[in-house]
């Protein structure tokens, strides 16, 4: 049965992230607001909604590095297999993007995190930090969001940018709907997935430890991988960048800042000898497209899953 319920929970994550592109771009249309600005809020706070279900019980269960390792190995694939495959579907054209800003934002959120992980433990002090970086990339985002809208009415004779997908017509209950289902939807369907994975994982031996730099990361980055493919057969760079970056910030602030509030988070040696590093690593791969402004091709996408397909190789050795 756990085979067949792992294949329930991904078809779920994938309507749900076709939901929540859909509500998310057209609220961005209704309020005047990029689809960026929102893909960095309400989608990746939704799509990470997974992880932060799944540290908080990891604690209560006592295991709290399977929370960091869930963090860590989560933000690695988000980059690597959750910009890669994609790619491999349709050119992420990162030309009119812009993302530097929030690209920006992210690398700071990682060396935060790194160095705060040297402390050797996330106590509440560090939660507290972590916090509080969040709120200050909040309050960004909405001083982007309306320094966007008054440009917008100054210019308002340019005319509205054709947004494929989009419908200036759905009306509000739709939208919401849309919103709704996919921030629903795509936490139960991680939770399902996941769960019945981590069933599959134990009958065969695999440790806590490697199940959560592995097979839960890659669980709680399905909602993530199923945003973004959507996302790219729409065409809708910004919505895929900004879920990646958006979530990868939200899990190192967020995640990371209310775990630990709710208990101590022990740091793994073998975490700071190689794993939080390639963590580093794969953000810093991702100025090449951001600041360079190059295009993911599908050559790209290959090379992208080739390194993460590398990586858990790595893990499992």
Known sequence: MDFVYAIAGLLLLLVAGDVLVRGAVNL???LGVPALI???TIVAFGTSAPELLISV????????????GNVIGSNTANI????????????????????RASFLQMIGATVLFILLAMRGTFDWIAGVILLIA???MLVHAVYSARCHRSAA???????EEDIEGADPEMPWWKIMLFLALGLIGLPLGAEILVESSTNIARAFGVSDTVIGLTLVALGTS????????????????????????????????GIIGVSSL????????????????????ASLLLSIFVLKRIDITRLWGVVLSALYLLYILAVLS
């Open 222 to 253: 399905l909602p993530e991988l199923a945003t973004t493919v959507m996302a790219a057969l729409r065409k809708q760079a910004d919505v895929a960048f900004g879920n990646v970056i958006g979530s990868n910030m939200f899990n190192l602030l």
């Open 262 to 281: 709710v208990g101590q988070l022990p740091v793994d040696a073998e975490l700071m000898q190689f794993d939080i590093w390639v963590m580093l690593a």
């Open 80 to 99: 690597l297999l959750v910009l890669g495959i994609p790619a491999l579907i349709s050119t992420l054209h990162v030309i009119d993007n812009s993302t």
């Open 38 to 40: 929102v893909s960095l």
């Open 134 to 136: 969040l709120a200050a």
């Open 153 to 159: 009415m100054d210019s308002a004779a340019e005319g």
């Open 57 to 68: 019980s990891a604690i209560h269960e006592g295991v709290p590095g399977l929370a960091l």
């Open 28 to 30: 961005s249309l209704r």
